[in-house]
């Protein structure tokens, strides 16, 4: 049985910071697995030289040092861990683990040591800190300090970003500048050149870059490559180098050749997770690569050659896939409508291309984004909102994240679902023909089918409700008016070049005819002054207003819907699978035009019964009280009458301020007592008048 030892709350420092992940210490190796990354780190037992057991970030940890001079730290065991832990390496391991002290006196001055790839600075007799070598960017020296750079990491809550070191004047160094020979001892285990000759190996120049935008030229060097640009510069060392893509432009003229990057670049507080270079296919390059045949044969394994001619793309790609030893993905089985890999889409506001690998989807660019078929939870087709020529992809993720691919033409939908499909990946479709009306596009759904119904179901509503609703048009009313009050109709004077026909041919036909008829309309009631009939709604005119009760049933389909419901779409797509959606109508049309009576006589008895069915129910819904509902309903939507006929005998005042003017209503209110009032008036006067002739006649 393996013995082993495992430790799942643990931190392993990576470029200065404190990745968190799970120990394992088995009898051959440890192993180190990042939850982040899901990146394995592993460290066999015969490459082990030495192990310490020390405090790393304010808590216990190991320090594992290999022979090849790397070091590698885990932190985050208990004090009480020590001796099982020494134990397992002394068994395991055949190695002792020592307790190592650091300094805390405090002091800047010591005794630097180069131990492989590292560089530990002593104070005393206890080392005060160590530097991998292999984090420092560039080693700069003036007079006698040497100036270590390192590469930023955006995972590090602090960053170490120079340390400087005073080297002073020495007689045993004799003529040799000690700061130079400590800049030369630190690019030989930093490895910033080619050991030999201290160049790059190769460099590129203009490279277009599209993300970051701008033109680069790249230096490649044994651990990194270098961006330089006019603005920025950039180093991306390899091992933050994850995925590599070549992927071919849609023309069929460019290639892109895509780097994904973890940690991710930075740009001001912008991050590129990838690098996206793009070349032409015919632009081509020669390079002589600063590396001896012995480096090429034992280091790279004769991978690469000395001189190397061909288009760039290919040289970079190449070069890249040595260099950072990882594979190059290319676009696999898939081919689009085009004839490529590429399919032509949107991406929220910015247009690319998204190409569907063997193991998952990616789109170029901007921003480039990478998903893996085993992190897709679904994919939903959508149809693009009133669009017959595009439709749309959703991903969805396990991650509750949705990538909405848009604008893809219609050509591509065949192909994408079978090889979603072929991909095992559940597919889902939905469509949006507007806010409150969904269409499929799958292939088991008949979007035809589904309109006519929609259409059907409408106008059977419309037949079984009635409404009296008409629009309030307040020019038509003001214009009555005037022809009362001037014997006129100013509707007459209106233009006949103001309307629009849309529609099919009948329709168009019918709407030249009425208006025709009431252009002659007009003509007449300008000889006769009649005025202008009300138009009648079974006549034409404007279309009523539907009005639907809650609870009120539908009008059953007609035989042909039942037919097609049942049978005939079935059996179309069967015999006929590679028609489209309007295809599929037209066939219904015709098959239902050339079936027998018998056939017909079959579904025309259903939709009989399901007709006798509603009938029924629409009964019942009406005893159940809606009657009285439906007949207010009716009675509220009704246009009002004129009431100016029936008010313009009677002597009401049509203006006026204070308290001469009365309001319609209140002479409407006050009818009833006119007579009374009058009366009484009457009276009064004709006893004003006996008093005053009975006044005269005492003063005569």
Known sequence: MTDFLEYPSMTCEVRGAMSPGQLKLTDDQVLFNHSKSQRKDAVKAEDIEYVNWQRIAGVWGIRVFTKDGHLHRFAGF????????AKHFSQCFNLEMLDRELSVKGWNWGA????GSVLNFEVGKHDAFEIPLTYVSNCVTSKNEVTLEFSLNDDAPVNLAEIRFFIPQTELAGETDPAEAFKEQVLAKANIGTTSTGQDIASFREIHSLSPRGRYDIKMCPTFIHLHGKTFDYKIPFTTIIRLFLLPHKDQRQMFFCLNLDPPIKQGQTRYHYLVLSFM????VEVELELTEEELKEKYEGKLEKEMKGPTFEIVSKLMKVLVNRKITVPGSFLGHSGTPAISCSYKAASGFVYPLERGFIFVYKPPIFIKYEDV???NFARSGGSNRSFDIEVHTRGDSVYTFSSIEKEEYGKMYDFLKAKKINVKSTGKMDASSKINLGDDFDHNLAKVKADAVSSDESGSMSSDDEDFNPDELEAKSAKEEYDSDPSDTGSDTDENFSGSEGEVERKKAEKAERKAQREERKKSSKPKKERKSEGGGKKKKKTKLPGQPKKPMSAFFLWMQEEGREKIKRDNPGLSVSEVGKKSGEIWRDMGEEEKKVWETKSKEAKEKYE?????WLASGNADVQAQTKTKTK????AGSSTKSKSAPTGGSGGSFKSKEFIEDSDSSNSDDKKSEKKSSDKSDEEMESD????D
Do not use: T
């Open 696 to 699: 005269g006649g005492k003063s």
């Open 639 to 642: 246009s009002p009458k004129k």
């Open 377 to 379: 939870k679904h994919v």
């Open 112 to 115: 630097p040591h180069f131990n």
């Open 616 to 620: 029924i129910e629409y009964k019942e």
């Open 281 to 284: 296919q015919d632009e081509e």
């Open 78 to 85: 208990k004090e009480a861990e020590r001796d099982r832990v």
